[in-house]
């Protein structure tokens, strides 16, 4: 069957101006052959008109309209592209306002002059919706158009929220607001809440808000954005303030809006928001010049922005006054029957576990906070307690609370916020439907996330000790709780790690085997160099005894010898250990980090006491240029080695952290005695 050419020469020179961006020759060919104005353009069924769009010219779009008799300028405003879209629909795209005026003054004109029956009834090309049930001005908020929302909001009117609705909304029960939360431009969101409180507590299809949709969304909240010491300093030099600006013509804060229209803003308000302004648009301005700098700036822009949606959302949600609270005054604790031996723990199959945990399927949470606590979003459930503290002690289905969602997703910083609320003692005593306290929950890895660690056996260790900090908040009765399948916390810890145990003991010993071997090694060569003294002897005595430089490096290599013996030492005991479960809480990450110190000191030593054998042997000056560039040489391996991040670099970390938490205790405690003494 022979196919007939779908575009003409002329068509196709037309193409090439338009995505050349030669509008000029675009308009020329058009002109020349009108004809082809209405035609398809291109393979998505845009017309000339359509493509008109892209140049943002308003004068270009009403040319090339007014090209066509009036009889057709209403087809060609109506005529809809592959997606069902209308020329108003791809104006949305455009970054002048003028664009959409052409549209609606055209429109305006058509219907003054043509007072035809068959025009009235067409609906107008606000109304007009595409093959997905978009409005132009839901298009406008889907894709972050807030200037272009506002402007075409405006010739709907928005004092009729009724009519103003009508355009948020798609045929699928899909809100304005719930596509541009998942687009992620709450700028928009912002303006829409404003604009129709309602929206906030519409359901999309799959029965969600949009502060539910947020709550699944951590990854635009601070608190979920790992940054370095520098980015971290850069970050906080950012304003906080306004962000959220309506636009740069009309400077406004959304927080001083109210005492705007009440007229109680006053003289240091009205200072304070003219200081933010200017520093906001400094940064703004600084942020363009610099690639990196522009990327924190825009990040820092929509952390705040959900900060800000979140602050109105909350207000509207009421899901979690839907509890199934049971107040119980004591709590039955079931005993374990016989005492599980570990043998028999592992005796327990594979598959006996997976049928377990498709029996353990938990229906979808639907309320806002929880879904925030499992998903570790602090922003979210701080604002949401301080609106509503009583939704801190709300109930699922399935009898689960706040701080058991917080304990099975290690979401350690929300359980952080429920110790400083006071709430601990009134949520640890939940027992779920499977009969499971905090505690099981914490055993079971159906939740575990990996953290960024060292190795497995850190990760064990983080485990254990997650779990031994959650045992200290429960009653110690609670320890032999049992749950529906008979199994106690210990019981169900042992059986969910045992995979995470036997990985974690291969790791180990291997890490302690290559480690043992390179601290012999080390061990080796600094013993030879003690009997190898720099420079030779003279009847038994060593030539530069008396030199500095001779002391330094006997003293190095001593200590390198000393550090990396006992490294080997330390290695050794763990590759005799028997390197039980709860071995990894304390005993053996200390070890690997006290033999991983003592090896990279051993390392350091052996090579400055090189450094001093090199300028012994070669008797260089101490102020030479030549003395700098050995020491950087003799220091460039063990630069490398520092880099590389062992565990002694978090072992030391959390240790000045434990350190320094217990000094903020015991100093404020102090200063108080001291005062009263003095008093």
Not at 358 to 386: H, Q, S, Y
Request: hydrophobic residues 40%; charged residues 25%; glycine residues 4%.
């Amino acid at each position: 069957m022979e196919q007939i050419p779908l575009f003409n020469e002329k068509m196709k020179l037309a193409q090439k101006a338009a995505m050349a961006k030669r509008w000029e020759d675009f308009k020329k060919i058009m002109k020349d052959d009108q004809e082809n104005l209405l035609k398809q353009f291109d393979l998505f069924e845009n017309s000339a008109i359509h493509v008109a769009t892209r140049s943002n010219s308003p004068r270009l779009l009403r040319e090339l309209i007014e090209m066509l008799p009036k009889e057709e300028r209403w087809q060609a405003l109506c005529k809809e592209n592959r997606e069902g879209n209308t020329v108003l629909h791809e104006v949305v795209f455009c970054k002048k306002k003028k664009m959409a005026d052409v549209v609606f003054e055209i429109e305006d004109e058509l219907l003054l002059q043509q007072q035809s029956s068959s025009l009235e009834e067409k609906r107008t090309l606000l109304d007009m919706r595409n093959h997905r049930g978009e409005t132009p001005l839901f298009m406008a908020a889907m894709h972050g158009k807030l200037k272009m929302l506002k402007h075409m909001a405006n010739r709907t009117g928005t004092r009729n929220m009724e009519d103003f609705r009508k355009h948020l909304h798609r045929s699928d029960k899909y809100s304005a607001l719930h596509a541009s939360v998942m687009g992620q431009h709450f700028d928009v969101a912002i303006w829409l809440v404003r604009m129709n409180r309602e929206l906030a507590m519409e359901k999309d299809e799959k029965e969600l808000t949009c502060l539910q949709l947020l709550a699944k969304m951590p990854q635009v909240f601070r608190s979920h954005t790992h940054m370095g010491l520098v980015k971290s300093i850069i970050y906080h030099l950012f304003p906080d303030n306004g962000y959220e600006i309506e636009d740069d013509e009309n400077f406004q804060l959304f927080k001083h809006k109210s005492d705007v229209e009440n007229g109680k803003l006053d003289e240091r308000k009205l200072a304070k928001s003219v200081i933010s302004r200017t520093n906001y648009k400094f940064w703004k301005r600084f942020a363009k010049e610099f690639e990196g700098i522009d990327h924190m700036w825009k990040e820092k822009k929509i952390h705040k922005l959900a900060e800000c949606l979140t602050n109105i959302l909350v207000h509207y949600d009421f899901s979690w006054q839907i509890s199934h609270n049971e107040y119980k005054r004591t709590t039955m604790i079931s005993m374990p029957r016989d005492p599980i031996s570990v043998a028999k723990r592992r005796r327990i199959s594979a598959q006996k576990r997976e049928e377990r945990r498709k029996n353990d399927e938990e229906p979808p949470e639907r309320t806002a906070l929880l879904i925030a606590t499992k998903t570790g979003i602090v922003e979210i459930v701080e604002k949401f307690l301080d609106v509503n503290p009583e939704a801190i002690f709300h109930v699922t289905e399935n009898n689960q609370n706040i701080l058991t969602m917080a304990v099975k997703y290690r979401q350690k910083k929300i359980v952080r916020i429920i110790q400083r609320k006071g709430a601990i003692e009134s949520l640890v005593g939940q027992i779920s439907d499977k009969g499971r306290t905090i505690l099981h929950e914490v055993a079971r890895m159906d939740y575990y996330k990996g953290e960024h660690l060292a190795g497995v056996a850190f990760q064990l260790q983080d485990e254990l000790r997650w779990y031994d900090k959650v045992r200290r908040l429960i009653p110690k009765h609670y320890n032999m709780h049992c749950d529906i399948d008979g199994h106690t916390p210990e019981d169900m810890l042992e059986m969910e790690h045992d995979g995470m145990l036997k990985e974690a003991q291969k790791w180990l010993k291997e890490t302690a085997q290559s480690c043992s071997t390179v601290a012999i090694l080390v061990a080796t060569v600094v013993f030879a160099a003690a009997y190898t003294i720099p420079g030779g002897t003279e009847n038994g005595t060593p030539v530069f005894l008396h030199s500095h430089v001779f002391l330094f490096f006997t003293i190095m290599d001593v200590v390198a010898l000393a550090t990396s013996l006992a490294s080997v030492v330390v290695f050794l005991s763990i590759l005799t250990s028997p390197c039980e479960l709860w071995d990894f809480h304390k005993s053996l990450p200390r070890k690997l980090n006290l033999g991983f110190a003592l090896l990279f000191l051993s390392l350091m030593t052996t090579m400055l006491a090189f450094s001093a054998t090199m300028l012994l042997t070669i008797r260089l000056e101490w102020k030479n240029w030549t003395s700098t560039l050995i020491y950087s040489a003799a220091f460039f391996p063990v630069t490398i080695f520092a880099m590389i991040q062992f565990p002694v670099y978090v072992m030391t970390r959390s240790i000045v952290k434990h350190l320094w938490k217990q000094i903020k205790k015991v100093l404020p405690m102090r200063l108080v005695k001291c005062f009263t003494n003095l008093n």
